[in-house]
């Protein structure tokens, strides 16, 4: 139940064009869905993140969609490019879980 | 913003040896600190909760006696490496948890490789 479910394992997108990546996630409990970018040989860095009492969150090129109904959310990535190139990881956590349950990551490659 | 600094960002060991790895919260307080490892191309794993002042909590599977955790200080935590053999070698990264408001800062990693 602790379970993020990722998907795709990796994507190729060209430049200019929209990246997106899925999660499901099963714990109700959960309400804070973050989003976080690596780097090779790098920490993560956080890139956004939502909580359940709203449906979309944009930063930037970035939005975060969320659909609490489905337990579902999503990255979007506009005007992708190859800088964007790196995993991207979902995460999921609850005010008494405390820790972050991580998807299983997704390689992104924005060919130029 | 919140920076966690992680030290040494590569080390080689040999191996019986031991390997100390330093994570710092440079601008805030950090009750709690993780420590995750994580294999080429995989997910984060977390290998234990560190709280300031506290015994950490091991996630099940990892050795306490051969991962020590400490976390003397609202700013320092650290993860040594006893006994390091081939099969330890992995990225190490840390992780702060900056408020109750679910802020997670994370360090740059470390590349530990046994010899």
């Known amino acids: 139940q602790q379970q993020v479910k990722q998907s795709p394992q990796s994507l190729i997108v060209q430049k200019g064009g929209i990246s997106i990546i899925n999660c499901a996630y099963e714990?109700?409990?959960?309400?804070?869905f973050p989003w976080y970018q690596q780097f090779p040989g790098k920490g993560p860095a956080l890139l956004i993140a939502i909580r359940p009492d709203v449906s979309e969150k944009k930063e930037g090129r970035f939005t975060i969609s969320f659909n609490k109904s489905a337990k579902q959310f999503s990255l979007h990535i506009m005007d992708s490019q190859p800088g964007d190139s790196a995993t991207y990881f979902c995460?999921?956590?609850?005010?008494?879980?405390?820790?972050?349950?991580f998807g299983t990551g997704t390689r992104l490659l924005v060919s130029p | 913003g919140a920076v966690v600094s992680q030290h040494p960002s590569r080390v080689i060991c040999k191996s019986g040896t031991s390997v100390k790895i330093e994570c710092r919260s440079l601008?805030?307080?950090?009750?709690?600190m993780f420590w995750y490892r994580q294999f080429p191309k995989q997910s984060l794993m977390l290998m234990a909760t560190?709280?300031?002042?506290?015994?950490?909590?091991?996630e099940q599977g990892v050795e306490k006696d051969k991962f020590l955790i400490n976390h003397a200080s609202l700013t320092l935590s650290t993860l040594t490496v006893t006994s390091a053999h081939p099969e330890d070698s992995s990225f190490y990264i840390c992780?702060?948890?900056?408020?109750?408001?679910?802020?997670?800062?994370f360090g740059s990693g470390t590349r530990l490789t046994v010899v």
């Open positions: 601008d805030f307080q950090a009750t709690t």
């Open positions: 560190s709280n300031e002042g506290s015994k950490a909590t091991y």
């Open positions: 992780s702060a948890s900056v408020s109750r408001n679910y802020g997670y800062t």
């Open positions: 714990n109700t409990a959960f309400d804070y």
């Open positions: 995460a999921a956590t609850s005010t008494g879980f405390q820790k972050l349950v």
